[in-house]
């Protein structure tokens, strides 16, 4: 598999580290104390078969995040994103 | 005997003008250039040259190529022995030596042929039913029988002596297959400024070409495709890559491929070791064309397994490429057109030839002489011989009639082919049945992938070059190259053409009841698959398990679809509906060596060593691995052992002054006005508030509540904070850090990144460290007033730039010395000669275990990642003003019982008592047996402070046993020792020494 | 048909004419009092103890594909109970004593081979890690035996203990009673056990979806209708996510990619099973002689059964490296099993919240070891409506309650479990 990083171009898989589903925000401590939502977040998973949206950490190379949607059936990848933007006034 | 009695005089790819010389069974042969093992072999008429998995029945070369079932070879000797190689795949060169195998005494005589008496006992899945009684025999006897029959090659316990590499190779078409085809293909799609890679496994490009007697424009057509390889190697933008076999095809258009560098080479002496012996590619294309040919398969039929029957395009192969003639009496038993070719070729270098054909014409029987007799609607039966073949019956399969057995030595049979889709499959894709050539094609070859030639199913030479070209094409506009319509295809004479009807299996009424093989390697015969089908194992997945069918070396490459057919026949499905079984890498067996390349023996995984390990090394230390690292473990001083060395750096350090190394510490240096912020989202305690100057220790939670780290923060100005995290977690924090910064705080404005490798460090630790130091460091006051307990500053050492932090892991007064790692060794040179007056000692890891132990200091076996700050004592450091990662996890309602296991100290009953590390903790120790354990020992030390064992342990409800008696028992060593529960902190609990 | 020595010869005399059909390939009847969805290892082995232990026989076992397709068939084949959490201890050393009983049991040869199970351990940190886990099995009366050095040479004599190692070997820790089964054939002999007693076994029946009023379960749908029943236990590992929705459950699992490769057969080498702590690393050699081991998850969510190369040449490097005479042994096919990780890398066996409806799965790397016991236990659940004491800490309440049984300590990541 190989994964086309925003910023480094098309990278072989063992580049990049696996960091998980990309669906789940972590909840707001002050809103949210009941542990139901902190079970969604931390332990609960969609699994689906197909896609799946992703994180994917390019640990040997720009260290960015990626959003990945994946088909778990497939490996086909969808889209890739940078999980956080650049910022206006930064760098393209 | 008379050398190479089947060779032609004439014709083939061989160099008549050369010898080899080689060795099958410790009997010398000689062969020519060019030649593989088996067709050396025959031509030096060797018949017989295996025996079969299970019943041992002799074997012969049954086809030319590594779909080879049947002549499999130890080649080698020593290191470089090999066992089960198709004799069909190995180059021929000096001084080789194989030998048979799977039989004893020897390959003419071998006891365990006794097997085919029993054969009715042995039939599929019998181990299933049988064995069991009575039980003991099981382990006894039955067990140990069974492994001794496994296997067939035996391989040696020796290391390997060769070398393997692995290499990447990127271009726009890969095409797997440089016959026709693939030949085209590569043309077409280079023309259109394509990087083309074009792999095959032979030695020299022509594919199908090399075993046929037709001409294309005008020139024999193996000699044309060198041609069109030699134009093709000249061109920039096409890469070849012979003895290449590709073995896989893999996600995201990945693709692995062995090439076979220097087998080759061996004896020649030429520079082998200068070679790897294999290369291992990772292959990245665009776009993929499939161009791998076909596969014949055999007929199925009573005794087809006799040595002397043989694939008839093998034959065809063995006479045109190799210059031998297989055999002068020559059955050729056939259901499709292509055997014709054999029969006239065969027959044209002056063998006498018969052709049974199982159908009723056959458009190819114009192209034989008139002299050449076609017995049609027959069959073959009644195959005689046993270590050769003498005779064989011709016998009508419709109206009765009159049956003639004719002598023979060599049976040449076809059952049609199989197009090789197996690399198309390899993510999934299904094949098709095909009632025109009654095989598997692959209609949809999936997205980026395309299929041509015999591949494709496109027998005739004309239409595959044909198609070819379009799919080079195809494949070259696929990758966004534009490409002109104009090629002009090459004439080839004469054009064959394909017809086939499927004859899956002798009429049973034909059948004397004689094994009739589906499965060569694996000996599976119809019967067996009559009879899976029998109890229910009908499936094809069903029976392949019950029967073992096609999990030979050759992968059913041979057996596969004769078993679909049949299975097909007993359930009385069409071929669709039975489908396939899963084609799965690798295409063909790779050496392990190959797939692991160069990370093998010393250089499975890097060492890293910190700046001062040569310091280290010449003063004698003992290394432990420390993930990646090596990490002097102790300094023994002349024959001390272990403890004594440990315990004379423990009281060096606590009596005077000692140093250690802890470069290996994770460092990350952070920025931004927002650091502190992020730092107080990581951490259970707060580091905004933190005064600029002090360091502070810091522990970090995984979100599910459990403790993932610890370490230090300092804070060197308002925006910067300088991290040091542990040894083996040095990379996990810095991806958790980017993972929470990216995905929950992407707001907080703070960079960061490791600076691991930048710094060297040194702990100077003792009340004499401060005296140390204060003689080597410069422009840093470190006096207890202006430089207290947690400060930091910036100074010098010998005039290299030093960060100094006065923290201590050992509980005495301490500094950690931190500098540029290239000035490392040279910054602790400088603090040894100043401290040489004062007897500093370097100590280890284990001295520094001893120490943190002795302060009740957690590490590596309590933040085993079960256990949250609480447990380990640090519930108070959890603010409860902020929001941490782990925060709530921690608390969950199992997690704060009163019954959790908590951190506690121990101390053996009796003095002079030891108990082991990964002991458990038991009330009663008569118990054992049943689920007793309250705990375990994390850490257990000799205290050289206390002058007894302490240890560190997890205790069920530990903090409020104080005092209480329990045992240590560890009942792997048979040990039992009865301990105090105590405080965790043995030595200075009030923390006094460290502020002096 | 009981096999025995007179039936077999039989047998031999008449060219195997006399056997029947291992199991029947019935139609599903309307109604059932228990519907197992899943038809590999674990739901026969439940159907098998629902007839033996609880009477209960009026039951379908539906599978989707061909019986025992998934991970029954696809894992590594050894079993073993060498584990650290006490649950998993008690739960897989029962196991393994079915295991050692399960061939007279099932009047049907699972070729049970126990040559003992070696975890071979390179620091002195691994040591005190395996010491610790040693002293949990043997306290729980489970064999566990420390090896130094020079006894793990002598035991397995192709294992690298040179100094010069890269992770020199200091010593392991065996199981003596560990081993390998013929995977296959225990899907085999469930099936045909289960059968005899009366279960109907149903291929190529995919469950739909679940028939739920008021919070109780009535049935399901499926491709050959719908099927009522009273009660319906989900088990089907590779797919615990996908079936447990249609329920409307939400599981702590990911669904991950686990590699096996096999090599050519070569005479016995290798008689005891064996992992190394310096990687993710086992490997056996079977009775055919091929030597099979896997490595490494691929670690990212995969429901395709195939691995990637980066996993496949590091599990070859571990081999070749650890038994160095493994280099010119060469490897013919490897494959995917989907492994359902849970986030403590412990099993689930429970009731849910939809009455009837009972779950057992996210079974890790455990499955194929685990399916006698998983089996009993389960169908335990599935009588009593109670869990069975040795799995009564396999719950999904573990996860809010941080009761977890967390075996190898890495937290809520199963790609790294």
Not at chain 3, 96 to 106: M, V
């Amino acid at each position: 598999m190989r994964i086309d990083c925003p910023w480094c171009g098309s990278r072989p898989l063992h580049e990049y580290a696996y960091s998980g589903d990309a669906t789940t925000k972590r909840p707001d401590a002050e809103r949210d104390a009941d542990l139901s939502v902190w079970m969604d977040h931390v332990y609960l998973r969609d699994n689906p078969a197909g896609l799946h949206k992703e994180y994917w950490h390019h640990v040997s190379g720009c260290r960015s995040l990626l959003v990945v949607t994946r088909d778990t059936t497939t490996h086909l990848i969808e889209s890739v994103s940078l999980a956080v933007q650049p910022s206006k006034g930064g760098k393209k | 005997m008379n050398q190479q009695c089947n060779r032609s005089s004439d014709g083939g790819m061989i160099d008549r003008s050369k010898i080899i010389k080689f060795q099958f069974d410790g009997r010398a042969y000689e062969g020519h250039p060019g030649d593989t093992l088996a067709s050396a072999l025959l031509a030096n008429g060797v018949i017989l040259t295996a025996r079969s998995f299970k019943y041992h029945r002799p074997r012969g070369i049954c086809t030319a190529g590594p779909e080879e079932p049947n002549a499999l070879v130890t080649l080698g000797r020593k290191g470089r022995s090999e066992p089960n190689i198709a004799a069909t795949v190995i180059e021929l060169f000096e001084g080789l030596e194989a030998r048979s195998q799977n039989r004893w005494p020897s390959l003419r005589y071998d006891l365990l042929a006794v097997n085919s008496l029993i054969k009715p006992l042995l039939s599929a899945g019998f181990y299933y039913k049988t064995f069991m009684w009575p039980r003991s025999f099981w382990y006894a006897l039955y067990e140990p029988m069974i492994r001794r029959a496994a296997g067939l090659g035996a391989l040696q316990n020796r290391p390997d002596p060769d070398r393997y590499e692995h290499a990447h190779i990127h271009c726009d078409i890969l095409i797997v297959g440089a016959g026709p085809a693939g030949l085209v293909a590569a043309k077409e799609a280079s023309r259109s400024g394509a990087r083309v890679l074009l792999v095959d496994d032979q030695p020299r490009p022509g594919g199908y070409l090399s075993g046929e007697s037709l001409e294309i424009d005008g020139q024999p057509g193996a000699q044309w495709a060198h041609e069109f390889a030699d134009e093709l190697r000249a061109m920039d933008n096409v890469r070849m890559l012979a003895r290449t076999t590709v073995t896989g095809r893999y996600d995201g258009m990945t693709f692995c491929a062995v090439e076979r560098v220097s087998d080759h080479l061996r004896a020649r002496n030429t520079k082998v070791a200068d070679l790897p012996r294999q290369r291992l590619w990772t292959i990245h294309a665009e776009q993929f064309i499939c161009a791998a040919g076909a596969i014949e398969r055999p007929l199925v039929f009573d005794d087809n397994d006799r040595p002397g029957v043989m694939l008839a395009g093998a034959a065809r192969r063995y006479l045109n490429q190799y210059g031998v003639l297989p055999g002068r009496e020559v059955l050729i038993f056939t259901n499709n057109d292509d055997a014709y070719l054999t029969a006239r070729d065969l027959s044209a270098a002056g063998a006498d030839v018969i052709v049974i054909d199982t159908r009723k014409k056959a458009p190819a029987a114009k192209l034989l002489p008139g002299r050449l007799k076609v017995f049609f609607e027959h069959a073959l039966t009644d195959v005689s011989g046993h270590n050769s073949l003498s005779s064989a019956t011709m016998t009508p399969l419709v109206v009765k009639g009159p049956k003639q057995t004719m002598r023979c030595d060599l049976i040449c049979i076809s059952g049609g082919w199989n197009p090789t889709t197996h690399l198309l499959s390899h993510l999934g894709q299904k094949p098709q049945w095909s009632q025109k050539i009654a095989a598997y094609t692959m209609i949809d070859s999936g997205s980026n992938a395309f299929v041509t030639g015999g591949a494709a199913g496109l027998f005739e030479l004309t239409q595959g070059m044909e198609d070819a070209a379009k799919t080079g094409r195809n494949a070259a506009r696929a990758c966004g190259f534009s490409t002109e319509e104009r090629s002009v295809l090459p004439l080839v004479s004469p054009n064959s053409s394909y017809a086939i009807e499927p004859f899956w299996r002798l009429p049973k009424q034909l059948s004397d009841g004689s094994k009739s093989f589906v499965d060569l390697q694996n000996d599976v015969t119809v019967g067996d698959l009559e009879l899976s089908e029998r109890e229910g194992f009908g499936h094809a997945e069903h029976a392949k398990r019950y029967t073992t069918l096609g999990m030979g070396t050759d992968q059913g490459k041979l057996s596969n679809v004769n078993a679909l057919g049949l299975l097909a026949e007993l359930r009385d499905q069409t071929l669709s509906e039975t489908g396939t079984t899963t084609y799965r890498p690798l295409y063909g067996p790779v050496a392990l060596g190959a797939l692991a390349g160069q990370r093998t023996g010393a250089e499975f995984a890097p060492v890293r060593h910190s700046a001062m390990h040569d310091w280290h090394a010449e003063q004698g230390a003992v290394f432990t691995h420390a993930g990646l690292w090596l990490r002097p473990y102790y300094y023994p001083r002349g024959d001390e052992g272990f403890a004594t060395a440990v315990t004379r750096e423990v009281r060096a350090v606590r009596s005077g002054v000692g140093m250690v190394d802890v470069s290996t510490l994770g460092k990350i240096e952070m920025k931004g006005p927002d650091a502190g912020n992020f730092l107080d989202h990581l951490y259970i305690n707060s580091f905004s508030k933190m005064k600029i100057g002090r360091a502070r220790y810091g522990a970090m939670l995984r979100e599910d509540g459990m403790m993932f780290d610890d370490g230090t923060v300092s804070r060197l100005s308002r925006e910067h904070y300088f991290i040091t995290v542990t040894t083996v977690n040095a990379a996990s924090v810095l991806q958790h850090m980017e993972f929470c910064h990216q995905t929950n705080w992407p707001e907080l404005d703070v960079q960061f990144c490791s600076v691991s490798e930048a710094w060297s460090a040194m702990a100077v630790a003792g009340p004499k460290s401060r005296e140390v130091l204060e003689r080597v460091v410069e422009d840093l006051a470190i006096d207890n007033g202006a430089f207290p307990f947690m400060a930091v500053g910036n100074g010098t050492i010998g005039g290299a730039f030093v960060r100094i932090f006065r923290i201590s892991f050992s509980g005495e007064l301490a500094f950690e010395v931190y500098t540029d790692a290239s000035y490392g060794q040279s910054v602790w040179e400088a603090i040894m000669r100043a401290g040489q007056s004062l007897d500093i000692t370097a100590y280890g890891t284990e001295a520094m275990t001893v120490m943190r132990t002795e302060k009740g200091h957690v590490a590596g076996p309590e933040l085993d990642g079960r256990t949250t700050a609480a447990d380990l004592g640090l519930g108070r450091m959890m603010s409860q003003k902020k929001d941490f990662v782990g925060r709530r996890m921690a608390v969950r309602d199992d997690l704060v019982l009163d019954t959790v296991k908590q951190l506690v100290g121990l101390k053996p009953l009796l003095e002079g008592a030891s108990f082991k590390m990964g002991a458990h903790l038991v009330e009663d120790p008569t118990g054992i047996g049943a689920n007793v354990s309250q705990g375990h020992v994390t850490t257990a030390v000799y205290s050289p402070a206390c002058d007894h064992f302490i240890g560190l342990a997890l205790l069920s409800g530990g903090r409020n046993r104080v005092g209480e008696r329990l045992y240590a028992v560890s009942p792997l060593h048979n040990e039992q020792v009865e301990v105090v529960v105590s405080d965790p902190v043995f030595v200075d609990p009030a923390g006094e020494r460290t502020h002096v | 048909m009981r096999y025995s020595a007179g039936s077999l010869l039989r047998n031999a005399l008449s060219g195997q004419m006399h056997w029947r059909k291992v199991w029947r390939e019935p139609e599903p009847k309307s109604a059932y009092d228990v519907i197992i969805v899943g038809g590999g290892g674990h739901g026969l082995a439940t159907a098998h103890y629902l007839a033996r232990n609880h009477g209960i026989t009026n039951v379908a076992v539906l599978e989707k594909g061909y019986l025992g397709n998934g991970n029954i068939g696809r894992n590594t084949t050894i079993v073993r109970s060498n584990y650290l959490c006490p649950d998993n201890i008690a739960f897989y050393d029962h196991s393994l004593k079915l295991w050692e009983g399960l061939s007279q049991d099932l009047n049907y040869n699972v070729m049970l081979s126990q040559r003992g199970v070696l975890n071979v351990f390179h620091t002195p940190a691994q040591r005190d890690a395996m010491i610790r886990r040693g002293n949990a099995m043997a306290l729980q009366g489970v064999d566990a035996v420390l090896l130094n050095r020079a006894e793990v040479g002598k035991l397995v004599p192709i294992i690298d203990i040179s100094p010069d190692a890269r992770f020199p070997v200091l010593g392991g820790l065996l199981q003596p009673r560990g081993g390998s089964v013929r995977h296959d054939a225990v899907a085999w002999g469930y099936a045909r056990s289960g059968d005899a007693q009366g279960i109907d076994i149903i291929q190529n029946c995919e469950v739909t979806g679940f028939a739920i009023e008021n919070g109780k379960v009535r049935g399901v749908q499926s491709n050959k209708g719908p099927i009522t029943a009273k009660k319906v236990a989900i088990c089907v590992a590779g797919r615990s996510s996908l079936v447990a929705a249609m329920a409307g459950l939400r599981l702590p699992i990911e669904s991950h990619v686990l590699q096996s490769y096999v090599t050519e057969p070569v005479k016995p080498i290798l008689d005891t099973v064996v992992s190394f702590g310096a990687a993710h690393f086992a490997i056996v050699q079977s009775d055919k002689g091929g030597l099979v081991f896997n490595g490494d998850l691929d670690g990212y969510n995969s429901y395709a059964q195939r691995g990637n190369m980066e996993v496949l040449t590091s599990a070859a490097a571990c081999a070749a490296s650890f038994m160095p005479c493994f280099s010119r042994l060469r490897m013919l096919r490897h494959w995917g099993g989907i492994n359902d990780m849970t986030m403590d890398g412990s099993p689930i066996i429970t009731k849910t919240p939809v009455k009837g409806l009972y779950f057992n799965g996210g079974w890790c790397y455990g499955g194929f070891k685990a399916t006698p016991t998983s089996g009993w236990t389960y169908a335990h659940l599935i009588a009593n409506d109670e869990p069975h004491e040795l799995a009564a800490n396999y719950s999904l309440s573990r996860f809010e309650t941080g009761a977890l049984i967390n075996e190898s300590g890495s937290g809520p990541v199963p790609g790294k479990h």
